[in-house]
């Protein structure tokens, strides 16, 4: 790692032909590149059929910068015509697709990709706007359980938290008003989400929550700044959740802790009509798995956090039911699974009618469960943290 005026870095992956860039590139002239430019070269000559350059964590970059790497990225092309040149970019970093796209211009050899979409592949599904408002109710759901939870995992008033993969806000609402933390992050991919959630903490006045609009497995906030770290719900949208993991230990003060939770879904259960529910809650986990999802996730947390770098290691579950509050609650957050699952991911996936009708049965007797009067309705969540060494 090569760094320059005091906050940008190069680092050149061998085994992923990458060059990463990072931070603040502002050299006075050329000459202040030196150290960059050698990893740079080094890169070029090292790189055998397409030529990665990462520019997914460049918060800035002067016009000195910029044409220093130009030059040297058309140079590569005409000095090696067998090499490809990608450029990869972020919409979270707006102005970098469109200052980088000039050079795609330049060379044949050199292509623009930005980067958005490799670790949400569900993402579609899950931030349709038509989902927004319940999303609102299952935190009021899940909230009387993970209240106690977060604190018997280590969250007190005071410290400097994050919430990653933030979604509406909601549940840093939450945080802010019951643990009163120095300082919130709340960073999300979707603009529609974070503008709702904006909105929102206008209307109720609360103050004091940094809305992000961030890409959580790139994410542009410092080393170790975290004591306490959230991301629930997330890491099962993810075809590589240890991307995610990666970006969460380093956000992490060492001695801070990572909270996580994740699903199971074949585990939603009810009664009565429990066959029914059972097999279509069967199918949701396979229908994840084919968008490359995995809401089995639930109990692998333990492993995941391990793998990851972390120790002292916490899990609990609980089981969200129609007896928390308002049944009418629980069905409606069932009907808005429903019409996302059955409507529009199954369609998606070229489900014929029979089997997209036996899929919506299971949900309709699960909120018939959820509204029997002696009925029951249950959504497990497993709850993770792990610390990150000192």
């Not at 050149?12 to 990893?39: F, S, W």
């Not at 968008?291 to 609980?318: H, S, Y």
């Not at 489900?351 to 049965?361: A, G, L, S, V």
């Amino acid at each position: 790692m090569k760094r320059v005026a005091g906050s940008g870095s190069a680092a050149y992956d061998n085994g992923a032909n990458e060059l990463l860039l990072t931070g603040t590139l502002r050299p006075h002239d050329p000459g202040d590149l030196n150290e960059i430019l050698v990893v740079v070269e080094h890169g070029i000559a090292s790189a055998r059929g397409t030529f990665y350059v990462n520019v997914k964590r460049l918060v800035h970059i002067n016009t000195t910068a910029y044409r220093t790497l130009a030059a040297r990225i058309l140079y590569a092309c005409q000095s090696k015509p067998d090499l490809r040149v990608v450029i990869v970019t972020s919409s979270v970093v707006a102005w970098s697709a469109r200052l980088f796209s000039h050079l795609v211009g330049l060379h044949e050899n050199i292509s623009l990709k930005v980067y958005d979409s490799a670790f949400y592949p569900g993402q579609t599904f899950v931030e349709n706007e038509s989902f927004i408002p319940i999303l609102r109710t299952q935190t009021k759901m899940t909230w009387r359980h993970e209240q106690p939870i977060l604190a018997r995992h280590g969250l007190v008033p005071g410290l400097a938290v994050a919430d990653i993969c933030c979604g509406i806000g909601d549940f840093a609402v939450l945080l802010k008003k019951e643990f009163r933390p120095s300082r919130l992050v709340a960073l999300d991919h979707s603009a529609a989400s974070l503008a709702y959630a904006r909105r929102v903490v206008a209307e109720i006045g609360v103050q004091g929550i940094e809305y992000t609009y961030g890409d959580a497995s790139q994410m542009l906030l410092e080393d170790n700044s975290f004591d306490f770290v959230t991301c629930r719900h997330s890491l099962q949208i993810f075809d590589r959740p240890e991307v995610l993991l990666k970006e969460l230990f380093r956000i992490c003060k060492p001695g801070g802790r990572v909270y996580i939770t994740n699903e199971k879904n074949s585990h939603c259960l009810g009664e009565p009509r429990s066959e029914s529910i059972q097999w279509t809650y069967t199918e949701v986990a396979k229908l994840f798995a084919f968008f490359d999802m995995d809401v089995e996730m639930g109990p692998k947390g333990i492993r995941l956090l391990a793998n990851a770098g972390f120790d002292q290691i916490q899990m609990e579950t609980f089981m969200v039911t129609n007896h928390d509050g308002d049944p009418q609650d629980f069905a409606d957050v069932i009907s808005a699974w429903e019409n996302v699952y059955a409507g529009e991911m199954a369609v998606k996936r070229g489900d014929d009618p029979e089997f997209i009708d036996r899929f919506r049965k299971g949900f309709q007797d699960h909120m018939f469960a959820a509204l029997h009067r002696s009925g029951y309705a249950g959504w497990p969540i497993w709850a993770a943290s792990g610390r990150k060494p000192l």
